[in-house]
């Protein structure tokens, strides 16, 4: 597939695989980028984000629909897209409580649950 840059010339679009790729940087950025020190405990900026009323919770969503939307680029049928939209309401409903929603998205990890969703789908797509 060719898309074309802002100046007009020809430039490929990335690979599948490529994509795919910087889908799953996003997740762990998300939901596991970041360590306690001294511990095993991981988190993402999702956490982070949520810590700010309102605007945070709404940016983190917003990145997690991110993936929801890059997996209806790749192909992923409507039943495997109500599932990962499913779990980016969840955390997005749930996230929003003050002090316990944040604790919510640091252990849900909507985007790596939804990145194995789709990475299940395409695998089984492969066969």
């Known amino acids: 597939m060719t898309a074309y840059s802002f100046t007009g ?22 939901d596991t980028a970041l360590v306690v020190p001294g511990t095993r405990f991981r988190f993402g900026i999702d956490g982070l984000l949520g810590l700010a009323p309102g605007v945070g919770d709404l940016l983190a969503t917003g990145l997690s629909l991110y993936i929801v939307y890059e997996a209806h680029r790749l192909g992923a049928p ?50």
Request: aromatic share 2%.
């Open 78 to 127: 409507k039943p495997v897209l109500a599932r990962m939209l499913g779990n980016v309401a969840l955390d997005g409903l749930i996230g929003a409580v003050p002090v316990a929603g944040d604790v919510f998205d640091v252990l849900w990890r909507a985007n790596k649950r939804n990145m194995r969703i789709l990475r299940e789908h395409l695998d089984r797509e492969r066969r």
């Open 9 to 30: 010339t020809a430039r490929s679009s990335p690979s599948r695989a490529a994509r795919i790729a910087r889908l799953e940087k996003l997740a762990t950025l998300l």
